[in-house]
């Protein structure tokens, strides 16, 4: 299903325009301008499927209240089936999003954010790197500080329309709910503690998972950061265990639904809807024996 356009653009045009209206004096804030970010990552899928990728986040904050921003990602994705291999390599899909946030004044600083994400088809189906469909998805997220060196959160995220899930790391069609807890340790350094779940409808493609998520950060001057984290699969349908490591400017601060989320760096570097959709079951280019596509 592709989403029409004009419809999208309203929806985003919308999202925006009721929080500048209940920002007030702080939607003039000055945001951080232009924000870089590049990760690395591994990932067991399932027994027999692994990744790794290179992502970039390239983000624009016009306000402290709004940020745009897009995650190109280079896949290699391997299936080890009775001692065949079949590899592909490639660009996956494109997401494209818009991320609003509020900061309410008062005890705990609570914070509240949505972010709403369109992924285009770039991936190549033939070759199982992207789905073939355009793709809708909401985040939602809340977060508090309820001490100084401490911050909690929770997020939920859901897709509006086709294989909207935003990672390999959860499963599509379904509600992925995440907890996540950053505390910060010394001068510059923090570590994160996540658990994240999928529920709802289950995919052929993909069993719903839980996760436990680790990580942690360490700012270089005011905003560059360098961050490490971790996921071990606690169930059976799980992703087995993933790792990433990221550097650059987007990755700094703290935010419900941005790149700079514990769970969510993690998550976000293995986008691209490898073997979903029309490009199910195709990596290496749905050849048999030893190949790459």
Same mark, same amino acid.
């Given at each position: @299903?592709?989403?029409?356009?004009?419809?999208?653009?309203?929806?985003?045009?919308?999202?925006?325009?009721?929080?500048?209206?209940?920002?007030?004096?702080?939607?003039?804030?000055?945001?951080? +301008? &232009?924000?870089? +970010?590049?990760?690395?990552?591994?990932?067991?899928?399932?027994?027999?499927?692994?990744?790794?990728?290179?992502?970039?986040?390239?983000?624009?904050?016009?306000?402290?209240?709004?940020?745009?921003?897009?995650?190109?990602?280079?896949?290699?994705?391997?299936?080890d089936t009775n001692g065949t291999r079949l590899t592909s390599s490639g660009l996956g899909d494109l997401p494209?999003?818009? #991320?609003?946030?509020?900061?309410?004044?008062?005890?705990?600083?609570?914070?509240?954010? #949505?972010?709403?994400?369109?992924?285009?088809?770039? =991936?190549?189906?033939?070759?199982?790197?992207? /789905?073939?469909?355009?793709?809708?998805?909401?985040?939602?997220?809340?977060?508090v500080s309820p001490v100084d060196p401490l911050h909690l959160s929770v997020g939920a995220s859901r897709g509006?329309?086709?294989?909207?899930?935003? /990672?390999?790391?959860?499963?599509?069609?379904?509600?992925?709910?995440?907890?996540?807890?950053? &505390?910060?340790?010394?001068?510059?350094?923090?570590?994160?503690?996540? @658990?994240?779940?999928?529920? =709802?409808?289950?995919?052929?493609?993909? #069993?719903?998972?839980?996760?436990?998520?680790?990580?942690?950060?360490?700012?270089?001057?005011?905003?560059?950061?360098?961050?490490?984290?971790?996921?071990? +699969?606690?169930?059976?349908?799980?992703?087995?265990?993933?790792?990433?490591?990221?550097?650059?400017?987007?990755?700094? =601060?703290?935010?419900?639904?941005?790149?700079?989320?514990?769970?969510?760096?993690?998550?976000?570097?293995?986008?691209?809807? &490898?073997?979903?959709?029309?490009?199910?079951?195709k990596i290496g280019g749905s050849k048999t024996g030893t190949t790459s596509c």
């Amino acid at each position: @299903m592709r989403m029409p356009a004009v419809p999208v653009c309203l929806l985003l045009i919308g999202l925006a325009t009721g929080v500048s209206a209940a920002a007030g004096q702080d939607s003039t804030s000055q945001g951080a +301008g &232009v924000l870089t +970010g590049l990760a690395f990552g591994a990932a067991k899928i399932t027994t027999v499927r692994s990744e790794r990728a290179v992502s970039g986040v390239l983000a624009y904050q016009p306000r402290a209240w709004i940020t745009f921003s897009t995650s190109p990602t280079f896949v290699r994705a391997t299936d080890d089936t009775n001692g065949t291999r079949l590899t592909s390599s490639g660009l996956g899909d494109l997401p494209l999003s818009v #991320a609003v946030e509020r900061e309410l004044p008062g005890a705990w600083s609570p914070d509240f954010a #949505a972010s709403l994400a369109i992924t285009l088809p770039t =991936g190549s189906t033939q070759c199982g790197l992207g /789905s073939g469909e355009t793709s809708v998805g909401l985040d939602l997220g809340a977060g508090v500080s309820p001490v100084d060196p401490l911050h909690l959160s929770v997020g939920a995220s859901r897709g509006l329309s086709g294989l909207s899930s935003q /990672s390999a790391l959860t499963a599509p069609r379904a509600t992925s709910l995440s907890m996540d807890a950053s &505390v910060d340790l010394a001068e510059g350094w923090t570590a994160s503690l996540s @658990m994240s779940g999928d529920f =709802g409808q289950v995919d052929s493609t993909q #069993a719903l998972s839980r996760d436990l998520g680790f990580g942690t950060s360490h700012t270089l001057g005011k905003r560059l950061a360098v961050t490490l984290d971790g996921s071990a +699969g606690l169930t059976t349908g799980s992703p087995k265990w993933a790792l990433s490591l990221g550097i650059g400017t987007a990755y700094s =601060g703290v935010s419900p639904v941005g790149p700079n989320a514990a769970f969510r760096r993690l998550k976000k570097t293995f986008v691209g809807s &490898v073997s979903r959709g029309s490009g199910h079951g195709k990596i290496g280019g749905s050849k048999t024996g030893t190949t790459s596509c």
